[in-house]
């Protein structure tokens, strides 16, 4: 749902973007695929979700990040989970009451993934958390970007459409601001 919005929005702006999946022959847990799908890249943007697969968001990661580094690219925008962002003082939405199970075990990876990005000091990353609630949706060119705080509206809501956060990921990939943080990006 994210990546193929990042790429046409990249390539709406046109930019030479190019997506690279498992259906393309990419295999994200081995390094030297990452490495082959990457080379010549300023940088890379990924949106690689663990449902359906046996491996973990950490083990991505650390195969994204090698990969990287054999390919020479300095740069990676990482799609993140809202999970990990805090509701209140040292409280994360993953563990407040009415989280839904069914994306508990996924969140807690990307947290995982997360907290091993933060470790990572030789690469430029950025890794952005969308609302609690993403779907497809209007484009309206318009977000707020916070800090490890779930953004929340005026009216109560924490949302933003995969179109409005496929934008922020383009600004963010453009821009090279926020590098080796993590922000949340919602209306």
């Given at each position: 749902m994210i990546?193929?919005?990042?790429?046409?929005?990249?390539?709406?702006?046109?930019?030479?973007?190019?997506?690279?999946?498992?259906?393309?022959?990419?295999?994200v847990t081995d390094p030297a695929s990452v490495a082959a799908a990457?080379?010549?890249?300023?940088?890379?943007?990924?949106?690689?979700?663990?449902?359906?697969?046996?491996?973990?968001?950490?083990?991505?990661?650390?195969?994204?990040?090698?990969?990287?580094?054999?390919?020479?690219?300095?740069?990676?925008?990482?799609?993140?989970?809202?999970?990990?962002?805090?509701?209140?003082?040292?409280?994360?939405?993953?563990d407040s009451p009415g989280f839904p199970e069914e994306y508990r075990a996924e969140a807690l990876q990307a947290a995982d993934a997360l907290d091993y990005?933060?470790?990572?000091?030789?690469?430029?990353?950025?890794?952005?958390?969308?609302?609690?609630?993403?779907?497809?949706?209007?484009r309206t060119g318009s977000y707020r970007l916070g800090g490890d705080q779930l953004l929340v509206g005026a009216d109560g809501r924490s949302h933003i459409s995969a179109e409005d956060f496929a934008i922020a990921i383009a600004d963010l990939a453009e821009s090279g601001e926020k590098a080796r943080m993590r922000v949340t990006a919602a209306w």
């Open positions: 990546g193929s919005r990042v790429l046409s929005e990249l390539e709406r702006r046109g930019h030479d973007a190019r997506g690279a999946s498992r259906s393309s022959g990419t295999d990457v080379a010549g890249a300023e940088s890379v943007v990924c949106a690689v979700s663990a449902r359906g697969v046996d491996h973990t968001l950490t083990d991505l990661a650390r195969s994204l990040v090698a990969g990287l580094r054999g390919a020479g690219v300095g740069r990676v925008v990482v799609v993140g989970g809202a999970g990990s962002l805090e509701v209140a003082p040292g409280v994360r939405l993953v990005f933060r470790t990572v000091e030789d690469l430029d990353w950025t890794y952005v958390s969308p609302a609690a609630e993403i779907a497809p949706g209007e």
